[in-house]
């Protein structure tokens, strides 16, 4: 598995970090971790991605760091796609930040909103009407709205 995470082509990576998750094995984190900084954004995605699916607590600072460091499309989805298997009062804090002052790109937004019900709060919600009220795009519009409904029922 360690040789294949080396390889270099960019396919081959992003297919042995996908086996990586699968097998999760004893040493996942450690394997994983340096392709956090691979050249291929792609690479980068399927990294944080796989840091998701082995649920692995030391995954968190490293995913969150990346989120406000990688300005790549694919990296940023893939951060939000990895955190979103996690819950902390720092994940919750650091996904409040971004959808209060959305920088985020068109592929990770509805990303950052589905998981935003995770976090419930006067907070949450009013960044969740906000966005719904300057959002364009309609797969934003439904993750938004489906948050919004779950923290409303959640409130009744």
């Not at 960044?127 to 300057?134: D, Q, R, Y």
Request: hydrophobic share 40%; with cysteine.
């Amino acid at each position: 598995m360690a040789s294949h995470l080396r390889r270099p082509e960019r396919e081959e990576r992003t297919h042995a970090l996908h086996r990586l998750a699968m097998l999760n094995p004893e040493d996942a984190f450690e394997l994983a971790m340096p392709l956090l900084e691979d050249t291929e954004a792609g690479v980068r995605a399927a990294c944080c991605r796989c840091l998701g699916t082995i649920r692995d607590t030391r995954c968190i600072q490293p995913l969150l760091l990346m989120l406000a460091s990688d300005s790549a499309e694919a990296a940023q989805a893939g951060v939000l796609v990895g955190l979103e298997e996690y819950h902390s009062d720092e994940i919750g804090e650091s996904l409040l930040g971004l959808a209060e002052k959305p920088n985020l790109s068109d592929l990770a937004l509805p990303i950052l909103y589905r998981q935003l019900w995770k976090y419930p709060s006067e907070r949450t919600i009013a960044s969740l009407h906000l966005a719904l009220a300057s959002s364009t795009s309609r797969q934003c519009r439904e993750s938004i709205e489906g948050s919004v409904r779950f923290l409303t029922r959640l409130g009744s």
